[in-house]
């Protein structure tokens, strides 16, 4: 993999939303509040439960988030689709962490399962990424991966084929 290690802080991480550490036209995280990390403590290119690269990250719940008070008054619950995103976001990541060039964008997922929520008594999200797939040819950057996110250790969503590509136009 490129020169990078293998967890992040939460600075770097706002590093990578300015477009600052990947270099300017690749792989770049949301800025916040849509940024749904507050630190990756592992990434790899070999890892994971397929030997094709992983990343393991953890967000941590707030009473004060600002999704909260929009979703839904008097009944606060994250969203499912910011779950999702935060493991699409993980996923484009990886690939700019590989140093593979482009912008990341979402290409779709498999199949999305919600058996639990995030309420504001949460204390910590943990999101993780196992690639199926991750190929750079002369016209396609791509990963494929599954996913799963844990609520303070419960696994509250599941996601298989997650595709997020790389794009340098």
Excluded at 11 to 39: H, I, S, V, W, Y
Excluded at 57 to 82: K, Q, R, S, V, Y
Aim: aromatic share 10%.
């Amino acid at each position: 993999m490129a020169d990078f290690p293998t967890s992040f802080d939460k600075e770097a991480l706002l590093q990578c939303a300015r477009g600052e550490l990947f270099g300017p036209g690749n792989a770049q995280l949301p800025a916040p509040p849509m940024l749904m990390m507050d630190r990756i403590t592992e990434i790899s290119g070999d890892g994971g439960l397929h030997g094709k690269g992983h990343v393991v990250a953890e967000f941590d719940i707030t009473p004060d988030l600002w999704f909260f008070d929009c979703h839904f008054p008097g009944n606060p619950i994250m969203p499912g689709c910011l779950g999702l995103d935060g493991l699409w976001q993980l996923t484009g990541f990886n690939l700019g962490w590989r140093g593979w060039q482009g912008r990341g964008y979402a290409l779709g997922v498999g199949e999305v399962k919600l058996t639990g929520m995030v309420r504001p008594d949460r204390k910590l999200l943990t999101y993780k990424v196992d690639f199926t797939k991750a190929l750079q040819t002369r016209r396609l950057t791509m990963g494929v991966a599954n996913g799963i996110v844990e609520a303070d250790g419960e696994v509250i969503y599941q996601v298989t084929d997650m595709k997020v590509a790389l794009s340098e136009s």
